[in-house]
Protein backbone atom coordinates (compact mmCIF):
# COMPACT_ATOMS: atom_id res chain seq x y z
CA UNK A 1 0.00 0.00 0.00
CA UNK A 2 1.56 3.42 -0.96
CA UNK A 3 1.72 5.52 2.36
CA UNK A 4 1.61 9.41 2.12
CA UNK A 5 3.81 11.59 5.15
CA UNK A 6 3.26 15.48 5.58
CA UNK A 7 5.66 18.33 6.99
CA UNK A 8 5.55 19.80 8.63
CA UNK A 9 2.67 18.54 10.89
CA UNK A 10 2.21 22.16 11.82
CA UNK A 11 2.77 25.25 11.62
CA UNK A 12 2.35 28.92 12.65
CA UNK A 13 2.47 31.89 10.27
CA UNK A 14 1.22 35.21 9.63
CA UNK A 15 -1.23 36.70 8.04
CA UNK A 16 0.68 37.69 3.95
CA UNK A 17 3.46 34.98 4.85
CA UNK A 18 4.24 32.59 2.13
CA UNK A 19 3.49 28.92 3.73
CA UNK A 20 4.70 26.16 1.71
CA UNK A 21 3.64 22.40 3.11
CA UNK A 22 5.48 18.83 1.31
CA UNK A 23 3.82 15.49 0.75
CA UNK A 24 5.64 12.67 0.16
CA UNK A 25 4.46 9.19 -1.40
CA UNK A 26 6.24 5.94 -0.04
CA UNK A 27 6.38 5.04 -4.10
CA UNK A 28 6.28 7.18 -7.59
CA UNK A 29 2.56 8.20 -7.68
CA UNK A 30 3.13 10.38 -11.32
CA UNK A 31 0.94 13.61 -10.56
CA UNK A 32 -2.00 11.28 -9.56
CA UNK A 33 -1.87 13.66 -6.07
CA UNK A 34 -4.77 16.25 -4.84
CA UNK A 35 -4.75 18.85 -2.11
CA UNK A 36 -7.57 19.57 0.10
CA UNK A 37 -8.10 22.26 2.74
CA UNK A 38 -10.12 21.56 5.90
CA UNK A 39 -11.79 23.87 8.69
CA UNK A 40 -12.97 22.99 12.30
CA UNK A 41 -15.93 21.67 11.69
CA UNK A 42 -16.56 21.60 8.21
CA UNK A 43 -16.24 19.13 5.20
CA UNK A 44 -12.44 19.23 3.39
CA UNK A 45 -12.36 21.52 0.47
CA UNK A 46 -10.48 20.03 -3.39
CA UNK A 47 -8.36 22.74 -3.89
CA UNK A 48 -5.77 20.84 -6.18
CA UNK A 49 -5.90 17.57 -8.40
CA UNK A 50 -3.04 16.14 -10.98
CA UNK A 51 -0.57 18.07 -8.27
CA UNK A 52 -0.95 21.31 -10.15
CA UNK A 53 -4.04 22.04 -11.51
CA UNK A 54 -5.86 24.48 -9.18
CA UNK A 55 -9.72 23.06 -8.32
CA UNK A 56 -12.38 25.97 -10.32
CA UNK A 57 -12.97 28.77 -7.56
CA UNK A 58 -9.90 28.17 -5.94
CA UNK A 59 -8.03 31.82 -5.66
CA UNK A 60 -5.02 31.71 -7.41
CA UNK A 61 -2.54 32.12 -4.40
CA UNK A 62 -2.81 28.36 -4.07
CA UNK A 63 -0.57 26.59 -5.89
CA UNK A 64 0.99 22.95 -6.13
CA UNK A 65 3.96 21.29 -7.29
CA UNK A 66 5.69 18.15 -8.07
CA UNK A 67 5.86 14.37 -9.52
CA UNK A 68 6.46 10.93 -8.61
CA UNK A 69 7.47 11.06 -5.02
CA UNK A 70 7.85 14.50 -3.54
CA UNK A 71 4.98 17.12 -3.70
CA UNK A 72 4.44 20.79 -2.54
CA UNK A 73 1.14 22.85 -1.88
CA UNK A 74 1.93 26.41 -1.51
CA UNK A 75 0.20 29.67 -0.27
CA UNK A 76 1.71 32.76 -1.76
CA UNK A 77 -0.10 35.60 0.40
CA UNK A 78 -1.63 33.58 3.57
CA UNK A 79 -4.71 34.96 4.25
CA UNK A 80 -6.74 34.92 7.12
CA UNK A 81 -9.17 32.66 5.81
CA UNK A 82 -6.69 29.71 5.08
CA UNK A 83 -6.09 28.85 8.84
CA UNK A 84 -6.95 25.38 8.26
CA UNK A 85 -5.27 21.53 8.02
CA UNK A 86 -4.14 20.76 4.68
CA UNK A 87 -4.79 17.26 3.73
CA UNK A 88 -2.29 15.34 0.38
CA UNK A 89 -4.28 12.41 -0.95
CA UNK A 90 -2.77 9.74 -3.60
CA UNK A 91 -4.58 8.33 -6.24
CA UNK A 92 -2.10 6.32 -8.53
CA UNK A 93 -3.61 3.10 -8.79
CA UNK A 94 -6.40 1.86 -10.98
CA UNK A 95 -9.39 0.85 -9.88
CA UNK A 96 -8.51 4.19 -7.67
CA UNK A 97 -7.24 3.52 -4.23
CA UNK A 98 -6.76 6.72 -2.28
CA UNK A 99 -4.51 7.08 0.96
CA UNK A 100 -4.67 10.46 2.81
CA UNK A 101 -1.51 12.29 4.31
CA UNK A 102 -1.74 12.48 8.18
CA UNK A 103 -2.18 16.37 7.28
CA UNK A 104 -0.67 20.40 8.35
CA UNK A 105 -2.42 22.76 10.61
CA UNK A 106 -1.46 25.93 10.04
CA UNK A 107 -2.20 28.33 12.57
CA UNK A 108 -2.21 32.00 13.18
CA UNK A 109 1.55 32.79 15.13
CA UNK B 1 -25.31 22.73 -8.34
CA UNK B 2 -24.28 19.92 -7.33
CA UNK B 3 -24.85 18.80 -3.42
CA UNK B 4 -24.68 15.87 -1.39
CA UNK B 5 -26.72 16.10 1.43
CA UNK B 6 -26.13 13.79 4.58
CA UNK B 7 -28.45 12.22 7.52
CA UNK B 8 -28.16 13.61 10.99
CA UNK B 9 -25.99 13.01 14.02
CA UNK B 10 -26.58 9.25 15.19
CA UNK B 11 -25.67 8.05 19.05
CA UNK B 12 -25.81 4.31 19.40
CA UNK B 13 -24.75 1.71 21.32
CA UNK B 14 -22.17 -0.52 21.35
CA UNK B 15 -22.81 -4.18 19.18
CA UNK B 16 -26.20 -1.53 17.62
CA UNK B 17 -26.28 -0.79 13.74
CA UNK B 18 -26.31 2.16 11.84
CA UNK B 19 -27.04 3.21 8.48
CA UNK B 20 -26.00 6.57 7.29
CA UNK B 21 -27.75 8.45 3.97
CA UNK B 22 -26.38 10.46 1.47
CA UNK B 23 -28.04 12.03 -1.20
CA UNK B 24 -27.10 13.63 -4.26
CA UNK B 25 -28.69 16.05 -6.17
CA UNK B 26 -27.58 18.58 -9.20
CA UNK B 27 -25.67 15.93 -11.17
CA UNK B 28 -26.47 12.46 -12.45
CA UNK B 29 -26.08 10.07 -9.78
CA UNK B 30 -24.77 7.23 -11.68
CA UNK B 31 -22.31 9.26 -13.69
CA UNK B 32 -20.06 9.38 -10.78
CA UNK B 33 -18.39 7.14 -8.05
CA UNK B 34 -19.31 7.33 -4.52
CA UNK B 35 -16.93 7.49 -1.82
CA UNK B 36 -16.91 7.39 2.13
CA UNK B 37 -14.21 8.85 4.48
CA UNK B 38 -14.10 8.62 8.08
CA UNK B 39 -12.84 11.15 10.11
CA UNK B 40 -12.36 10.10 14.51
CA UNK B 41 -12.40 13.09 16.80
CA UNK B 42 -9.03 15.17 16.76
CA UNK B 43 -7.58 12.66 13.44
CA UNK B 44 -7.23 12.96 10.01
CA UNK B 45 -9.28 11.97 6.84
CA UNK B 46 -9.55 7.61 6.37
CA UNK B 47 -10.38 6.63 2.75
CA UNK B 48 -13.05 3.41 3.81
CA UNK B 49 -13.64 2.33 -0.23
CA UNK B 50 -16.08 3.29 -3.20
CA UNK B 51 -19.13 2.12 -4.68
CA UNK B 52 -19.38 2.15 -8.18
CA UNK B 53 -22.84 3.68 -8.75
CA UNK B 54 -23.64 2.21 -12.17
CA UNK B 55 -23.60 -1.60 -11.04
CA UNK B 56 -23.60 -0.75 -7.40
CA UNK B 57 -19.97 -3.13 -6.52
CA UNK B 58 -18.02 -1.84 -3.54
CA UNK B 59 -14.89 -1.87 -2.81
CA UNK B 60 -13.60 -1.60 0.85
CA UNK B 61 -10.05 -0.18 1.86
CA UNK B 62 -8.04 -2.54 4.20
CA UNK B 63 -9.61 -1.99 7.87
CA UNK B 64 -13.37 -1.25 6.56
CA UNK B 65 -14.38 -5.22 5.48
CA UNK B 66 -16.81 -7.22 7.26
CA UNK B 67 -18.92 -4.58 9.31
CA UNK B 68 -18.79 -2.20 6.84
CA UNK B 69 -21.16 -2.00 3.77
CA UNK B 70 -21.70 0.46 0.92
CA UNK B 71 -25.09 0.65 -0.72
CA UNK B 72 -27.11 2.60 -2.99
CA UNK B 73 -30.82 3.35 -3.90
CA UNK B 74 -30.36 4.93 -7.48
CA UNK B 75 -33.97 5.78 -8.09
CA UNK B 76 -33.49 8.30 -5.50
CA UNK B 77 -30.00 9.42 -5.80
CA UNK B 78 -28.90 7.82 -2.34
CA UNK B 79 -25.74 5.98 -0.97
CA UNK B 80 -25.52 4.39 2.08
CA UNK B 81 -22.91 3.13 4.40
CA UNK B 82 -24.19 0.88 7.18
CA UNK B 83 -21.85 -0.27 9.83
CA UNK B 84 -22.84 -3.29 12.18
CA UNK B 85 -21.43 -4.30 15.37
CA UNK B 86 -20.36 -1.31 16.61
CA UNK B 87 -17.69 -0.48 19.17
CA UNK B 88 -16.27 2.62 20.56
CA UNK B 89 -13.87 3.60 17.95
CA UNK B 90 -16.18 3.87 15.16
CA UNK B 91 -17.29 7.36 16.81
CA UNK B 92 -16.24 9.11 14.20
CA UNK B 93 -17.46 11.89 11.79
CA UNK B 94 -18.53 9.76 8.52
CA UNK B 95 -18.27 12.00 4.76
CA UNK B 96 -19.55 10.68 1.66
CA UNK B 97 -17.51 12.46 -1.50
CA UNK B 98 -18.16 12.13 -5.02
CA UNK B 99 -15.53 11.12 -7.13
CA UNK B 100 -14.54 13.97 -9.73
CA UNK B 101 -13.06 13.58 -13.14
CA UNK B 102 -11.87 15.54 -16.06
CA UNK B 103 -10.49 15.26 -19.69
CA UNK B 104 -6.55 16.27 -19.91
CA UNK B 105 -5.05 17.58 -22.70
CA UNK B 106 -4.61 14.32 -24.32
CA UNK B 107 -8.08 13.57 -24.42
CA UNK B 108 -7.76 10.87 -21.43
CA UNK B 109 -10.19 10.99 -18.86
CA UNK B 110 -9.07 11.32 -15.12
CA UNK B 111 -9.77 11.28 -11.78
CA UNK B 112 -9.46 14.61 -9.87
CA UNK B 113 -10.55 13.17 -6.60
CA UNK B 114 -12.85 13.96 -4.49
CA UNK B 115 -14.67 17.40 -5.55
CA UNK B 116 -18.18 17.05 -3.47
CA UNK B 117 -18.20 16.72 0.24
CA UNK B 118 -21.55 15.99 2.56
CA UNK B 119 -21.29 17.39 5.34
CA UNK B 120 -20.32 14.72 7.50
CA UNK B 121 -22.68 12.53 10.13
CA UNK B 122 -21.44 12.17 13.22
CA UNK B 123 -22.04 8.78 14.98
CA UNK B 124 -21.11 8.53 18.68
CA UNK B 125 -21.38 4.85 19.99
CA UNK B 126 -21.56 4.84 23.91
CA UNK B 127 -23.05 3.00 26.45
Known amino acids: AIRMTQSPSSLSASTGDRVTITCRAS??????LAWYQQKPGKAPKLLIY???TLQSGVPSRFSGSGSGTDFTLTISCLQSEDFATYYCQQYYSYPPLFTFGPGTKVDIK | QVQLVQSGSELKKPGASVKVSCKASGYTFTSYAMNWVRQAPGQGLEWMGWINTNTGNPTYAQGFTGRFVFSLDTSVSTAYLQISSLKAEDTAVYYC????????????????????WGQGTLVTVSS
Open chain 1, 27 to 32: QGISSY
Open chain 1, 50 to 52: AAS
Open chain 2, 97 to 116: AREGDYYDSSGYYLIKGFDY
